[in-house]
Nanobody
Framework: QVHLVESGGGLVQPGGSLRLSCAASGIIFSANVMEWYRQARGKQRELVATITSGGTTNYADSVKGRFTISRDNAENTVYLQMNSLQPEDTAVYYC??????WGQGTQVTVSS
């Protein structure tokens, strides 16, 4: 059984930072692409960042230079470091393994 457990979301002030984590089990983590999606209230879900099994990364234009995706294969965990957060980053963030398995989502709220 594949499980993805997310953590790290919460409330942060504009300009602040959060680090999201997603730990996987029940699958060969190192062989899979990992992605972070987000869905803001009233908007469609959108791809935020991707990291391949080889370590290649890609980002949405809206987060380039502010967000960093990384992975620790020894811990079966993917991270999303989010800096310079702004209110428009407010959304539920999801990790996705192998473009198939989804985490439960974690709320990120950026507000003063």
């Amino acid at each position: 059984q594949v499980h993805l457990v997310e953590s790290g979301g919460g409330l942060v002030q504009p300009g602040g930072s959060l680090r999201l984590s997603c730990a996987a089990s029940g699958i060969i983590f190192s062989a899979n692409v990992m992605e972070w999606y987000r869905q803001a209230r009233g908007k469609q879900r959108e791809l935020v960042a991707t990291i391949t099994s080889g370590g290649t990364t890609n980002y949405a234009d809206s987060v380039k230079g502010r967000f960093t995706i990384s992975r620790d294969n020894a811990e079966n965990t993917v991270y999303l470091q989010m800096n310079s957060l702004q209110p428009e980053d407010t959304a539920v963030y999801y990790c996705v393994l192998g473009r198939h398995y989804w985490g439960q989502g974690t709320q990120v709220t950026v507000s003063s």
